[in-house]
């Protein structure tokens, strides 16, 4: 069996971002691998799978003080467990989504988000049309409710979806609601107090590399 070392020191504040995001794609590989009962796997085969250096996953587990078996390589019902749980995946997080449009709607009819622990517990809009309504049984509220909202529905996450110009505003009412992370799905960069966790995920960044990248290999 793979050693899993008791963890003594904070991890969450020492490792790297590149490898905190590369665990994701580790944990898909090996998931699909318990479901197909393999038993072992070792860095090499990982490594073929999704394109990183071998040398890099072994040293990216090492963050985790997981340490594979010689000639017989890691785990994976433990590494598979061992990754779910490190990254808070097997953990429910309640969040609401501020912007019930097409973006918000898709996100909260994804129920691939729930399996990894994103549970989208209401939706927050200030559209008469739409508040008061309710996508796959979950509450449509107006903005104005969201402090009350987000108690009740115990959601420290909220996830932006609204349009640019009116990002920074929805922030600073969620964070003054008392929302401890935020999602933000726009490509404005958003300020926020000291302790306040943002992630960026902007689409339109995406596709303006994607467009670049894609002008270079085809002039």
């Known amino acids: 069996m793979t050693q899993i070392v008791p963890i003594k020191t904070p991890l969450r504040d020492i490792m790297p971002e590149p490898t905190l995001r590369r665990l994701p794609w ?3 590989y090996v ?27 072994a040293k990216d587990l090492s963050f ?14 433990a590494l598979e467990r061992v990754l779910r749980s ?13 912007g019930v ?13 729930t399996r990894y622990g994103l549970d989208i517990v209401a939706g927050l809009d200030v559209n008469p049309e739409i508040i008061g309504s309710s996508i796959m049984n979950v509450p449509v509220f107006d903005i104005k409710d969201i402090a009350e909202v987000r108690k009740n529905f115990s959601a420290e996450i909220a996830i932006i979806t609204v349009p ?6 929805t922030a600073d009412i969620a964070i003054a ?23 960026n995920t902007s689409i339109y960044a ?9 002008n270079l290999v085809n002039p």
């Open 26 to 28: 580790y944990l898909a």
């Open 206 to 214: 995406h596709l303006a590399v994607m467009y670049n990248r894609l």
């Open 64 to 77: 985790l003080n997981i340490r594979g078996k010689t000639r017989i390589g890691y785990a994976v019902a």
């Open 164 to 169: 640019v110009e009116k990002a920074q505003e």
């Open 177 to 199: 609601a008392g929302a401890k992370a935020l999602w933000n799905f726009t490509p404005f960069r958003i300020r926020t107090p000291e302790g306040i966790v943002v992630q």
């Open 31 to 57: 998931s699909m691998l318990r479901s197909r009962n393999v038993e072992y796997v070792s860095s090499t085969a990982i490594a073929k799978e999704i394109n990183v250096e071998a040398t890099q996953i």
């Open 101 to 113: 449009g097409s973006l918000g709607r898709a996100l909260i009819t994804d129920s691939g988000l």
């Open 86 to 98: 490190y990254l808070g995946f097997n953990r429910e997080h309640n969040a609401v989504i501020i």
